[in-house]
């Protein structure tokens, strides 16, 4: 593996299947009270610009089970905040830590900081990439599918940080992705043209939910307008009655079909509360498979192995 973790597009499928290998071992050990303190001594700092529940609590949670000491530190409220060049606070922040997670903007940011840092950098969500989301969703289609080659899966809505994940993600680990978003709104052209690259699984984009969803084995969608993007009024127009997770469209995919949703939800437009309740075990599960996704990462790039 690399120094850091900074987008799915720079993992091998070797890669991902160790980092969800040892999650699954986490998930167990910290369901069996077993130990795996490997990061006793060390400290992660997180940097925040834009908001979080589950990135947060998640990844302080989990360096806190495996022995070691988180530190959050906000975009606003730091020297970042006013402005001192990033390339410096990775310089700093490799003299007093071991690793850095951050949450910002853009991905040149993330991949400046891991460029300049001397310790592991991990992506907790940019405009461009959500990996560390996209891990644990992963994660929860293998524990409930036992599989994800051969399986289809399907993202309904805006081509944004989770679309170009899971089309990454999925497509690296031998699943056929469709997806259908509006014009205007499609993943971003280096996940396309790498979706292209793929010979040993099927990749669709297309404007049409039905279409998209046909045979689906796992379903998912995300917010139409993400952190950052201002345009509520003109997306909720691009989108509204058409990318939509409901009833009516789940009847289209396979039977006994999942859904995902990274969550936070906005039911009533991106998915009916319907489909959210009748599915809320499997969404809930991909929420704490999080915590032990994370935890593989950190232990991979962090911990005493
Ligand atoms: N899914 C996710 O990343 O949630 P938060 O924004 O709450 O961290
Ligand atoms: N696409 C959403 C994901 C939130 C976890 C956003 O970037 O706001």
Redesign the pocket.
């Known amino acids: 593996m690399k120094k850091d973790l900074l987008k799915l597009l720079d993992l091998t499928r070797e890669d991902i299947t160790k980092i969800l290998d040892v999650a699954d071992q986490m998930k167990y050990n910290q369901k069996h009270g077993l130990p795996h303190d490997c990061l006793k001594g060390k400290t992660l700092a997180m940097i925040f610009e834009?908001n979080s529940t589950?990135t947060r609590v998640s990844f302080e949670v989990g360096v806190y089970q495996m022995g070691g000491h988180a530190l959050f530190l906000s975009g606003k409220e730091s020297q970042i905040g006013r402005g001192e060049p990033i390339a410096d606070t990775a310089r700093v922040l490799s003299r007093y830590c071991d690793g850095i997670m951050i949450r910002t903007y853009a991905q040149a940011e993330v991949e400046e900081l891991a460029k300049y840092a001397t310790i592991p950098v991990i992506n907790g969500?940019t405009?461009f990439a959500?990996p560390c989301?996209v891990l644990a969703d992963l994660m929860t289609v293998r524990e409930k599918m036992t599989r994800l080659e051969g399986l289809k899966l399907c993202f309904i809505g805006?081509g944004?940080?989770?679309a170009n994940s899971l089309i990454v993600g999925g497509l690296k680990c031998g699943m056929d992705v469709s997806v259908a978003c509006p014009e205007g709104y499609d993943p971003d052209p280096r996940v396309l043209d790498f979706a292209k690259s793929v010979t040993d699984a099927k990749f669709t984009l297309c404007r049409d939910p039905e279409e998209a969803i046909a045979d689906a084995d796992v379903v998912i969608t995300?917010?139409w307008a993400?952190?950052?993007q201002e345009e509520a009024q003109k997306r909720r127009m691009a989108f509204e009655g058409v990318y939509q997770v409901n009833d009516t469209l789940m009847k289209l995919a396979h039977p006994g079909a999942m859904v995902q949703h990274?969550?936070?939800a906005h039911r009533g437009e991106e998915i009916t509360a319907e489909v959210f309740e009748a599915h809320a075990d499997e969404i809930f599960e991909e929420a704490e498979n999080r915590l032990h996704a994370q935890k593989a990462v950190l232990s991979l790039l962090m911990g005493e192995n």
Do not use: F, I, T
Request: proline letters at 6%; hydrophobic letters at 30%; one cysteine or more.
């Open positions: 834009k589950r969500l405009d959500h989301q805006d944004n940080n989770m995300d917010v993400s952190m950052g990274c969550l936070p």
